[in-house]
Each structure stands twice: as C-alpha cells, then as structure tokens.
C-alpha cells in the first residue's frame, strides 16, 4: 500500500517500550486516556496538510498518510510524545532534535512541490512496473534456413 495509517507498533520502531511506557504513565491523570493516539492523529492531520499545500499531489483515504513520508511523521510524533512534559525532555538528544527538523524540512519541501510522493489512486501497485506493448519491431535479417552450420 502506498497511503499508510499510522500504528503504535510504527512508533514502536522510534520509541523503546520504557519510553514510551513512561509517557503515557507520565501523561494520564485518574480518568484519562491513552494520549498516543490523539498526537497520532495531530501528526497525521499536519502531514497531509503539507500534503495537500502542493497542487499537484492527492490526498488519500482520511486518516492515511503517504508511506514514503512515514519515517518523517514518526519523528514528529516522537519528539512531541518526549516533549509534552517537562520530565520526559531528557528524551531528546542532539541526534533526535536534528531527525525532527529533518522531517519538517521534508514536509515542507513536500508542500512545495519539491519532493514526490506517491499517488493515491495507484495505491496496491508498489512495484513501479507496468505492461509493455511492442509497438515496433526491426524486420529479420537472416531466416533460420541461412544459418545452415552455426551451431
């Protein structure tokens, strides 16, 4: 598929499981719910608004996000997830500060038309192939009967 829905098991992959335990244990009050989804769903909304800023490009079904884009999305969503509260800043290092601006520099090339992404509508063909057709072909030189003793 090229237009993806963001999972947990992605933000898995950028976040370890103490993280992002300690996240949400850090971020609910009696009552409250999971606050993963919700910055999910932010990061979602702001990737297919530079999306949809370029004219060229076509959103795909609602809540899907391209997937070329999705490394980028996950580190949006794990630097907000480590700076929602105070304590969990300690989460961003020099290198993961630098993967969050990568990413919006990214999306902001996206909105300006400057970065490609993949079209919704030929969502389920990944390979990039398509058919060919032979429209021409050179005319036979030599018949099978004129190579009489090559073997």
Request: charged content about 20%; glycine content about 10%.
């Given at each position: 598929m090229n237009w993806i829905t963001i999972t947990e098991t992605a933000?898995?992959?950028?976040?370890?499981?103490?993280?992002?335990?300690?996240?949400?244990?850090?971020?609910?009050?009696?009552?409250?719910?999971?606050?993963?989804?919700?910055?999910?769903?932010?990061?979602?909304?702001?990737?297919?608004g530079y999306v949809a800023a370029c004219p060229n490009n076509a959103l795909g079904a609602t809540g899907t996000i391209p997937k070329r884009l999705l490394a980028s999305a996950l580190d949006i969503i794990r630097y907000r997830v480590a700076t929602r509260l105070p304590q969990m800043a300690g989460l961003i290092d020099a290198l993961r500060e630098g993967e969050y601006k990568d990413a919006l520099t990214l999306l902001r090339a996206v909105a300006a038309c400057n970065y490609a992404i993949e079209d919704p509508a030929a969502d389920g063909d990944d390979t990039g192939?398509?058919?060919?057709?032979?429209?021409?072909?050179?005319?036979?030189?030599?018949?099978k009967s004129q190579l009489g003793g090559l073997a």
């Open positions: 933000v898995q992959t950028r976040l370890t499981g103490a993280e992002l335990n300690a996240f949400r244990t850090a971020a609910m009050a009696v009552g409250q719910g999971d606050p993963l989804p919700e910055v999910i769903a932010q990061v979602t909304d702001q990737v297919r192939g398509g058919t060919v057709e032979v429209v021409n072909r050179p005319p036979r030189v030599a018949a």
